[in-house]
């Protein structure tokens, strides 16, 4: 049994959550789990071989085989899938990201994020309708109810100046700890026997 699948989702107060489709097509991903709440509304087209069950208080997950390790694999992945919806509706995920080095400056802008990173030109980034992008001096933080789109930005954002491991310049996330690296020792000629 998937110790994680198992566990039922807990719908807090606020928050609903409907299962729809499914009209006998067979064909994969007709069935789509919508969860609405205070931040706003999430869509999940669900497995054919995963089983949801949507009651007044809680979501419940299951999987037609038991046995088959594949079918485990979905149980506990569409299970942790639903709760990120669920938190993402109620409370919704936030990363944030530092930019370090001399003369580089973030500024945001509705709909867009500039960034001066030390190349002979600012690098203009869209940033997704559902996403909030907010910058304070070099931290960036990005805000959304969709924990993957807001992963995926953050991950393109530091994709533009990785951290570089001597002086620890690019952007970084804010709990990422960079391993730094010595610089060239010079040898002092003539130091005497």
Do not use: C
């Not at 533009?160 to 610089?183: C, T």
């Amino acid at each position: 049994m998937s110790r994680i699948g198992k566990k039922p989702v807990i719908l807090p107060s606020g928050v609903n959550a409907v299962k729809s489709g499914g009209a006998g097509s067979g064909s994969a991903g007709d069935l789509i789990l919508t969860v609405t709440g205070p931040k706003g509304t999430l869509v999940l087209p669900l497995h054919p071989k995963v089983i949801v069950t949507v009651n007044e208080k809680e979501i419940l997950v299951d999987v037609k085989s038991k046995d088959n390790k594949h079918e485990k694999a979905l149980w506990g992945l569409f299970r942790a899938l639903i709760q990120n919806l669920v938190e993402g509706v109620t409370k919704g995920y936030e990363k944030k990201l530092e930019v370090v080095g001399v003369g580089f400056k973030v500024a945001a802008t509705p709909g867009k994020l500039t960034l001066n990173l030390g190349f002979s030109h600012p690098i203009i980034v869209d940033v997704p309708k559902e996403l909030t992008v907010a910058v304070d001096k070099n931290t960036i933080s990005i805000f959304g109810s969709d924990k993957q789109k807001v992963g995926q930005f953050a991950a393109e954002i530091r994709e533009l100046k990785k951290p570089e491991p001597y002086k620890g310049k690019g952007i970084k996330y804010s709990d990422e700890v960079v391993l730094r690296k010595a610089g060239k020792v010079v040898k002092v000629v003539g130091g005497g026997k």
